[in-house]
């Protein structure tokens, strides 16, 4: 029995090697083994795709150009009669310009909010300097205030300067009875003292304590509003009958005291007396320009401090125009002033109210 099992091994490896098994056995371990130590080395670095530097944002450039110009008549548009300034400076925060001899300019910066500030020349108090930006007939303010300015694209933005802030308070169509330039026979007195009268060129077309200007004109002509505001009743006595005045009050004023200029901030207020009629009344928003009523006329005879008294020519008919200045009611301080800048030495000095200095312009 040993015998056979010995005998059929030896058959076995014999018919195993003559079909060549074995090679094909060892073969095959060599590629298992080979696989085997692939997994077990090293793990290869892939090749990483190349990423290329994203390119730097494009910042966007807005460009801002515009006119600065002498705004006559207050309404906040260039018109063809009003002239560049040049020489002012315009600065949207850090981004700035000076205007040309057209009173142009051009700014190019980022978008953004901006406050712009503007700084026009010979801006110096009680001269001929520009005090004041005019926006449109319902706005003005002060130069040294800074409006925020949306920047978001390319864009136009003129800028209206004034010397003052009042324009005439008729139109052009107004029939003056006088052969005066605009029907004016009483400017206001500058001395306010009984007995002494002077007005602001230094003559005396006034009167004892005269506190307004007189534009004497047919009755029923309409009455404009010299400036926005708003229609308001006047809180205390006032010397022309109450019904027969308008009273609006303006943007309050004031600038710092440097050397003999006083420290003032007042709110204006301007007063159309002797009306025939009102279209307005307290609380109403006014622009400049807006009719507010009819003018009338006053009694013939006025009753002079001191003095026999003023007979009022042409039975009365003229408008009596005022700028009062209220710097509190409580205590009461109110002054009236003088719209025209004084040309002579006197106790009472005051700015220059109107939009182009010493000329009146009407409104548009």
Not at 122 to 133: A, M, P, R
Not at 143 to 169: A, C, K, W
Not at 172 to 187: M, N, S, V
Not at 199 to 224: C, K, N, S
């Amino acid at each position: 029995m040993g015998f056979v099992r010995g005998r059929l091994k030896v058959n076995i490896v014999k018919i195993l090697l003559n079909k060549a098994i074995i090679p094909h056995i060892f073969i095959l371990t060599c590629i298992t083994l080979a696989f085997l130590a692939s997994c077990m080395a090293a793990p290869t670095a892939t090749a990483q795709p190349t990423t290329q530097p994203e390119p730097a944002p494009v910042v966007q450039k807005c460009t801002v150009r515009g006119i600065v110009f002498h705004d006559y008549n207050g309404n906040g548009v260039k018109d063809g009669q009003e002239p560049g300034i040049h020489n002012a400076k315009i600065n949207f925060r850090y981004w700035s310009d000076t205007t040309d001899s057209d009173g142009a300019y051009e700014i190019i910066m980022p978008p953004g909010v901006y406050a712009l500030s503007v700084s026009p020349p010979s801006n110096t108090l009680f001269t001929q300097g520009f005090e004041f930006i005019s926006y449109s007939t319902a706005e003005y303010k002060e130069t040294r205030f800074s409006p925020n300015i949306e920047v978001s694209e390319n864009m136009s933005h003129d800028i209206g300067l004034i010397q003052g802030f009042l324009t005439l308070p008729f139109g052009t169509d107004t029939k003056f009875l006088p052969e005066y330039p605009l029907g004016i026979l009483h400017f206001v007195d500058r001395k306010g003292e009984a007995g002494e009268k002077i007005d602001w060129q230094g003559g005396e077309r006034t009167y004892d304590g005269h506190d307004g200007t007189d534009f004497f004109m047919e009755e029923y002509t309409p009455i404009l509003a010299a400036a926005p505001g708003t229609v308001i009743e006047w809180p205390l006595p006032y010397n022309i009958n109450a019904k027969n005045v308008v009273l609006i009050q303006h943007e309050r004023y004031g600038w710092t005291k440097k050397g003999d200029v006083y420290d003032v901030d007042f709110d204006i207020v301007t007063a159309y007396g002797h009306m025939h009629k009102a279209t307005v009344k307290p609380g109403d928003k006014v622009k400049r320009g807006d009719v507010i009523g009819l003018s009338g006329k006053s009694d013939i005879y006025v009753p002079l401090p001191g003095r026999s008294g003023l007979n009022m020519p042409y039975d009365g008919k003229h408008l009596h125009f005022s700028v009062y200045l209220v710097k509190s009611l409580t205590p009461m301080n109110i002054n009236w002033t003088d719209p025209y800048q004084s040309i002579v030495t006197v106790e009472k000095r005051s700015i220059n109210l109107w939009t182009k200095f010493n000329d009146p312009q009407y409104p548009k």
